[in-house]
């Protein structure tokens, strides 16, 4: 069964550290892997994601992500938190049995992290 | 610009009520998605329209209408709603085929309260 994995209801991060939001995956073949988030009383917004090539991808408000293939990972990285991250995190991964000649995808979303960055 | 246009932003509506949600893209997407979503969980997939017909139907209760008069525009009528029903709807598009990954853009939503 194919399957997106957020291990962690909640982060906690002081500003100016490092953060990082945790996810696994399970499909069958290569995965599509992206990354929303969503502030409060807002829609979701397209963060970044992989779908082959370099394992580390850059995306929006200098967040990256690295896919890591053997460990099955897509954690969400960030070299410095702000307070203006704080909002709602979602992985998710391609459902690999929409067939590409269908024009449109299907995620399948993880459960969500909130990451909370303290001043 | 990836700008996913929805209207109105909040709704409420009584049960026996009749009403519609909107949603417009012009950047020339040719799949468009209806998604429900609670607070706090994950948006759950209600509808996908890829070259506007009807793709995906995630066996929503037809009190809940889609269409898709053309490319740009999609719309959700709602009838004799029931108070869970209440949440935040996501209109989405997608470009359709040949772009890999199909990245789906969302809009701001629309926050229904049935009552």
């Known amino acids: 069964a194919q399957s997106v994995a957020q291990p962690e209801d909640q982060v906690n991060v002081a500003e100016g550290n490092p953060l990082t939001v945790k996810c696994t995956y399970s499909v069958s073949g290569n995965p599509y892997l992206f990354w929303y988030v969503q502030y409060p009383n807002r829609g979701l917004q397209f963060l970044l994601k992989?779908?082959?090539?370099?394992?580390l991808v850059k995306g929006s408000y200098g967040f990256e992500a690295e896919f890591n293939k053997s460990q099955t990972s897509f954690h969400l990285k960030k070299p410095s938190a702000l307070v203006s991250d704080s909002a709602l995190y979602f992985c998710a991964v391609r459902d690999m049995r929409v067939m590409f000649s269908g024009g449109y995808n299907k995620l399948i979303f993880g459960a969500g992290t909130r990451l909370a960055v303290h001043p | 610009d990836t700008e996913v246009t929805q209207t109105p932003k909040h709704l409420v509506m009584g049960m026996t009520n009749k009403k519609s949600l909107k949603c417009e893209q012009h950047m020339g997407h040719r799949a468009m998605y209806w998604y429900k979503q609670k607070a706090k969980k994950p948006p759950e997939l209600m509808f996908v329209y890829s070259y506007e017909k009807l793709s995906i139907n995630e066996s929503v209760p037809s009190r809940f209408s889609p269409e898709c008069p053309n490319s740009s525009l999609l719309n959700l009528h709602l009838h004799a709603l029931q108070p869970e029903d209440s949440a935040l709807y996501l209109c989405?598009?997608?470009?359709?085929?040949?772009?890999?990954?199909?990245?789906?853009?969302f809009g701001e939503g629309s926050w229904l309260t049935v009552v």
């Open positions: 989405a598009s997608s470009q359709g085929r040949g772009q890999k990954g199909n990245t789906i853009y």
């Open positions: 992989y779908i082959t090539g370099d394992n």
